[in-house]
C-alpha cells in the first residue's frame, strides 16, 4: 500500500505546518497584544467552552497591567489550576484559600520556596508550635499598647518629613505659579515606611541608608539566580551590621520616647535581646532573621500601600473629597486599597499530604501559591471586585482579623493573608498608612494627579492601570499657601 | 535610593578582608558563630553563586533550538542547579543522571497520563509479556517490507526529505502494523496519535487538541478490540484483549494508553538525527558505508551525541539528600540525558560524532547504563538498562534491543537501495525542538539519490 500523500497530510493535520517549517517561537516566553482592560487575550477554548490558560501569560506586561479578567477565568473554570511550565498549583478562590491559610501543617511553609536562604532561618518559614513562639517574641511589640505607644513618634516622622518638601531636589520637586508639583513615591512614601521602621526597632539613623540596600538586594536575591548572590551578601552584611548592635544592646538598652521625652519602654531589638525561646536567649543570627523579615516586609509593601491608596483616591474625585472631609474614613481607604490593589501577590505554600481539592489531586510535597491578589477579587465575597469603593458595604475594615471573616458575615480582604502566619506587621503598616496619610492630607492643598507626567494605558489617553504592577512613581500637584 | 552596596561599616570585633570578587566579607572573631544548625548547615551549602545562568534562559527560544551549551553551563557548574521559575532541580552529570534512572525507591516517575490529569483512564500495559512479544514479532516482520515500500516511493518521487519522508514515518507504519489497523484508517490514526503524544506538556491547546484526539482513538479501537477478544489475531490488540488483567478484562482505553506511554520518540528521532549526523559528517558516512557492519555503532553514537529525548521529569518520593542538596519531597527534578551523553568526565571530546568511538558500550547496557565498564548513550526512550540476557530464550527482547534493530535495519535497507545518497546541495538541516520539552531532531533533511 502507497500510503505516503495520505502520511504527509495527516502530519500536517497534527502539527502546525509553521512549526514545522521552523516559523514562530519555540519557546515558552510570548508576547501577548495588549488588551482592553477586562478584556482577555484569546487563549483557545475546550469544546465545552471552557476559556483555557496559556500558562505563558504570568509572564506577561499583558496580565501585569491587566490581571483581573484572568484570574476571574480561573476562579471560575480552574480553582486549583496547575502551572505545569512552572510546576506551580495557584489556588484562586477566597474560601479555599482561608481554608489552606488555616491549616499550617497540612500546608506548611517549610522552605523549599522562596527565600532561599536570603532571608536566613526566617519565622515564616517555620510552622506550628515553633512559628508561634518565634512569631509572638516580635509580633507583639507591633500590636495593641506597644503599638499605641508608637503612634507619636510615626506622626513626628511624617510632619518632619512633610516640613522637609521645601528642600527637595528639583528633578522631584518644581513649583510654578503657587502650585508644587511632587513625586509623592521619592518625596515621602519611599522614606517614611524606613524611617519608622528605624524607629520602631530601634535601629541607628544612620543605618537607614542601607536599608535600601538591604531591602533591596534581599527581595531581588529571591529565588532568581543572577541576584541570588548579592542578596545573600546583602543579608550578611544586615547580619554583620546587627550582630555587633544586638551585642551592644544586650548590656545597653535602648528606649523609645513620648513627644515630652519620657521613656515609654524599650525597643524591639533591646526587647528581642532580653526574650527566651526554650529557656534560652536567642542568638544574634535568630535576631537577624527576625529583623531581616521587618526589613522585607517593612519598606516596599506600606510604600506600594501609599502610593496606590492616594493613587485610586485621586482618580475617584468623590471618594477623595469624602476622605478629606472626614478623616476617619482613611481606615476605610485603606483596606480598600489592599483589597483592590495590594501590593503583595501571594503565599506559596507546600502540602504535605496529598490533597484533593475541587477534583484536581496535588501529590505531597507541590508548591501550592495562593494568590491572594485573586481571592481579594472573589466575586463570591466581593460585589463588583474590580472597582475600587471605599463605601463597599461587603469589606470588613475594623480591627483586623486573623480568620478573614467578621461576625457581621464581612469579610476582610487577603493582603495580609490569614491564619497564623497573617501578616505581623499589618497593624503597624496600617497605621503608618493611615496616620502618614492624614497629617498629609492636611498639608497638600486640593491634591491631584499630575496627569501629563503619569505613564498612560494603551489608549494613550486614560491613566495606566496599577493591576499587579507596583506604582513607582507618583506625581502630584498641590496649591502652595 | 540605590541599590549599589553602601560602604561597609566596621563595627565590634569584625575586621573586613577582601574576598576574591572585590566585595569586603567579615571575618568574624566570635565564638558563638561556629555552631550551625542542620538546616542553617543545608541553607550554607545552598547558598551557591549561581550567576553564570538566569532562569529565562532555559524556556527561552536558543535553549530549544540546541539545549546544548546551557546544559554544559550547568553541568560543569552547578550540577544540582534550583530552577526557581521552573520550580525544579536539573541534573545534567552522566553518574548523577544514571544513578536517579536506576533508583525507582527515591524518584518517582509520572507517567503522561498524570500530565494529562487523566489518571484513572486506562492501564499502561507496555510491561506484560504478550504485548512486547507481539510488538516484537510486528516489528521484526515488517521493518523489511515497509522500509522497502518506503524507499519505492522516495525513487517515485526521485528526491526526499528524509526526515519526514522515511524517519517519521517509518515508526507509524510500523505501529500501526503491530497494531494491525485497517489501510483506511492509516491517515486518521498518524494524526490522532501525533496529536496524544504532543498534548501532555505545558501547552493548553495542544492538551486539549490530545485529550480531543485520546477520545477519538477510544472509538477506533473499541471495534477492534471486541472483534479480536473473539477472533484474535498475532497483533498487539489480540494481545492486549488476551490478557488476563487482575482489575478485569483490558479495554479500548487501555489500549490507548499504553500507546500513549510507548510513544515513537526514540526510533523517529534517533533515525532521523542518524541520518542527519551521517550526511552532515561525511567521513563518519563513508565508515558506514564501506562497512555495514559500523551502522549499529552510528546509532548507538546518535543517541549518545544527539539524543532526541533531551530529558526526562523525575518526582522525588521522599525528602532525600543527593548532589550536595536535600531534594523536598515532591521535589521535580529533570535529569538531562542531553547533558549527561556530552559529559567529558565520560566520553572524550563528547561534542564530536565518531562512529565506533571506543569509550562508548557498543552493546546493549546492563545495571546502571554501563556494559564491558564503558558507559552507553543515555537514551531515555529505552528505558532502564535491562536485567535480562541479551539473547532471552523464554521472552522478547527488550525494548533497547527491538528499536536498535529496526533502527539499524532500516537504514541498512535505505543505504543498500540509494547507495548514492547525499545532501541536497545548499540545504542547511539542523536539530531542533518544535516546542520546548518536545523531542529535539532533524525536521527537514532533503537528500538527493
Redesign the interface.
Known sequence: ????P??????S???DPA????EG?????KDFPLMPLGETVD??T??DGTP????RIFFSEEFRRNPWPYYRIMRDHYPVY???????YYVTRYEDMTECYYDDVGFNT???G?S??VL??VTHELSGVEHRRRRNLFGQHLVGKSLENRVPAIERLATEMIDDFDNLDDSIKQDKDGVRTLELG?AFA?EFPVRVVCDVLGFPREAQ??F??WY??MM?GL????T??QG???R??LQ??V???V??RRKNPTYLYDNDGNIMGKDIISKLCESKVDGDYL???EITALIALVVAGGGETTRGTILNMWYSLMQHPDQFDAVIADDNLWDQAFHETLRHSNPIGGQPR?NTYDVEIHG??V?????MEMVNFSGSHDERIFKDPETFDIFRDDLYSGKLLRSGYNKDGKCSHMAFGVGPHMCPGAWISHQEAVVGSKILAKRLKNARINIDKMPKDIDGVSLAPIGINKLRDLWIDYDLD | ??????P??I??N?KPSKSRTG?P??I?T?T?EDYR?Y??YQ??R??E???K????QL???????NPYPILETLRENYPC??D?????YWITRYNDVTSIFTDEGNFETRSKLW?Y?M?GHGRDLRGELPVLTAFERAFDAHVGPVTE??VA?LKAKGAADLA??FA??LP??LLARALDLP?ED??????????MQ?GY?????DE?SGK?AMAELFEMVRPLLKTRRNQPGEDMISAIAGLDLPDGPATAEDVVVTLLEMDHETLHGALANMWFLLLTHPDEMSKVTNDRRLTNFAYLETLRHSTPVLWKKR??RHEVERFGRLL?????IYCAAAGANRDPRQFKNPDQFIVGRKDLCQREPRGHYRADGLPAGVALGLGSPSKHPALPEDRPRSLYAITRDTAVTASNILLNALPDLRLKPGAEPTL?????GEMHTC??LPVVF
Open positions: 500500500m502507497s500510503t505516503q495520505d502520511f504527509a497530510e495527516a502530519l493535520q497534527a502539527i512549526l514545522l517549517a521552523g517561537d519555540p519557546g515558552a516566553v487563549m483557545g475546550a469544546p483555557l490558560i496559556d500558562p496547575f502551572n505545569k511550565l512552572n510546576n506551580t517549610i522552605p523549599k522562596s532561599n536562604g536566613g532561618n521619592r519611599y541608608g542601607n535600601f540596600y533591596d538586594s531581588g529565588g532568581a539566580s543572577e541570588h548572590k545573600m551578601e546583602a550578611q552584611h554583620d551590621f550582630a555587633d548592635i551585642e551592644d542568638s544574634s543570627e507546600h484536581i489531586v501529590p505531597a510535597g507541590s508548591l | 535610593m540605590s541599590t549599589k552596596r553602601p561597609v561599616k563595627l565590634g569584625a566585595v566579607e567579615y568574624r566570635g558563638n544548625t538546616e542553617v541553607r550554607e545552598v547558598h553563586n549561581t550567576e545562568i538566569r532562569p529565562v524556556i527561552s527560544p536558543a535553549f530549544v533550538q542547579y534550583r526557581w521559575l521552573g520550580n525544579s500530565f490529569r489518571e515500500a518506503i516511493d519526514l519522508d517519521a514515518r507509524m507504519e489501510v492509516f491517515a486518521r490514526f498518524v494524526e490522532l496519535f501525533w496529536r504532543r506538556d505545558w501547552e493548553a491547546r486539549q480531543l518526582f522525588a523536598p519531597i515532591g521535589g521535580l531542533r525542538s518544535l516546542r520546548l525536521w527537514n
